[in-house]
């Protein structure tokens, strides 16, 4: 009985992933090697008389044009710039409320997520209405004599990056905070008592015992923002082919279904990269546990 | 000239409206090994986290070697803590924790590494430097905290509770370890435990704090063999108890105790009137078998057999019992049931005014 059900335990979320991930990553693959056709499907079937039928001809596009390599590396490093941008804004905040009195800290957590209770388009939106040229940031810096003409941010990578950073902040303080909330308050103690001043104690204790929380939370942010399909296609121009539109443009405007499966199958690989280095960092910790 | 000599004068501390420390005074001497015992609540901790700088005093002062610590933050005390949890940095190697407090003096490179190799010897961990404390045990996490606190060569090593985590073979060890550790160093020590049998094992001087007010401070041997008051001797040891009058007094003492008799007791410094009522202690091991001063007919209640020695319940008469303890030596001096005699010296009647 204890047997079947840690079977059961394990092989639920396992289901889980074959399901969800495993099938549909599967016929993406399959799609990304076939040859784009006009019909239903749009696309030539891998197997066709007995012999295999597919390549790697998308693989071989995507290196030919440089549109694809520019997206890529416009949404690796919008996605990093949005990574940053949290960790700066977001770290100071998981401080403030790792170290706030603890009947406050429940509430205080709750309005991190509370942004969540509103559709995410309609915030998008909202930004929409701060930063476009005729908006009210535009209007307020004007009063004020900041700025000569109009805002002039949207749309934007700029914007775009505003719109990335505040869409994925909460994902960026919650781990933090999880993870200095952990720290034990008396490190902080024998690090003063042995000399060290505040911000010494924040580099050499606090700073390193919060890196998996900073990690936990780059990952959480990075990944589905370099992904991004809403953000750059609402507060973004034509200046910004972030690889999420492109594959959407791909899928939808040109019905090239093998280009944009291609374009997909490389996304997720570089994606693998980071969270496989992540993994073996934090395999230390997890023996440590053990 | 030894360093580290300490002196509190009048220190009170508070949170809210709680009194913890109340007009503390006490006086450590350079080089000694001092325990700070009191139950949990005597204020014991919040005094050692006042000498290491995490808390102000709300009134008073604290001299260390004629200097105010008035106003000095922590990182620049002279004075070092053992964390009763030891607080090492997990993400650091042994030698990187031991190596903390010297980097912050900007120690660095060879003489950096040196001196953590000394520490390291010091506490008998060579070896050990590279491992991360989770790989270490327990007594080797205490001794890297000791080499920690004592790398920098503070005045004062404050040490809270250190031995509540170890098991009680290591304690014995440990014990030896800290006195070996002190006698080499000449640092002033100052222990803060609730365990009466570390501190009188440890210290050369011991203050006794109940509720935040000094109850006594003197020798081991003060505490237990000339308590000041019946607080200090119940806390410290064990103690037969019972109450009386006096009824004379002269070259002796003579209290009468209800159902027992007459207790004859040594003259004590503050005299009480013929006619007061006071309470008695007597300690369980002073009571002997056999006839002398304070002789009783007593019946043995029940014998407790501890290997080493024995305690005795005796019953001396309707409702007054007292407890002896003897080594047995050849064997246990009465078995239950038996009828004996017992006696015990006027000298070592304790009394105390109620």
Known sequence: MNRMMRRLLVALPAAWLVLFFGLPFALILQVSLSRAVIGQPPFTPLFAGGAFQGGLGNFALLLEDDLYLEAILASLGLAAGATGACILLGYPMAWAIAGAPRRWRAPLLALVALPFVTSFLIRVYAWIGLLRPTGSLSVLLQSLGLIDGPLALMPGTFAVAIGMTYTYLPFMVLPIYASLEKIDPTLASAAADLGARPGRIFWSVTLPLSAPGVLAGSLFVFVPAVGEFVVPELLGGPGTPMIGKVI??????????????????????????????????????ARGLG | MKLGALSVEGITKRFGTTVVLDDLSLSIAAGGFFALLGASGSGKTTLLRLLAGFESPDAGRMLLDGADLAGVPPYERPVNLVFQSYALFPHMTVAANIGFGLRREGMAGEELRRRVGEMLALVRLDGLAERKPREISGGQAQRVALARALAKRPKLLLLDEPMAALDRGLREHTRGELKRLHRELGTTFVLVTHDQEEALALADRVALLDAGRLAQAGSPEDLYERPASLAVARFIGQLNLMEGRVVGAGDALTIEVPRLGAVRARPVASFPAVGAAVAIGLRPEKIDFGAGDNAHPAMVAEVTYLGGQSVYRLRLAEGVEIRASRPNRDGPAARAGERVTISWPSAAVLVFPT
């Not at chain 1, 939808?252 to 374009?263: E, G, I, Q, T, V």
């Open chain 1, 248 to 285: 959407w443009q791909e899928f939808f405007n040109n019905r090239d279904w093998p280009l944009a499966a291609a374009l997909a199958v490389v996304l997720l690989v570089l994606l693998a990269g980071p969270i496989a280095l992540a993994q073996r960092s934090q395999a230390p910790t």
